[in-house]
């Protein structure tokens, strides 16, 4: 993906995904070509009431292997639907809806960041 300004498709879909932990999961937006240090990004977002730190049950460990399957499994193959794919990505998982740059400290989110090789996510720690 290059070049051009952020562009939202909110919401994406009401439907639940499936992942290993179990939880509710429910992507909330994807931000194609949103601005980076290094060039435009990709974000995939995610709903995870589950990781909430009052009344939730999935821990960041599990919240991870959580988003590392999602993005194997779900946003490289919609990414490939969408043109070539991108060098990296970003999934984030929020216990309830913030708005893309916005702060809630009472939200529980987690970032994660993934350079795409060959097809497959590798996760970089930032």
Do not use: W
């Amino acid at each position: 993906m290059s070049g051009g300004t952020a562009s939202a498709l909110t919401p994406v879909s009401p439907e639940e995904i499936a992942v290993p932990s179990g939880q509710v999961v429910l992507l909330n937006e994807i931000i194609l070509d949103a601005p980076g240090p290094d060039g435009p990004i990709t974000h995939y977002r995610y709903f995870m009431p589950g990781i909430a730190r009052d009344g939730g049950s999935v821990g960041f460990a599990q919240a991870a292997d959580d988003l590392q399957y999602l993005c194997d499994s779900a946003v490289v193959p919609d990414l490939a639907l969408k043109g070539p794919l991108p060098d990296a990505v970003i999934l984030s998982a929020a216990d309830r809806v913030v708005a893309f740059g916005d702060t809630d400290p009472d939200a529980t989110q987690f970032f994660t960041a993934f350079d795409i090789v060959n097809g497959r996510c590798i996760l970089e720690p930032f």
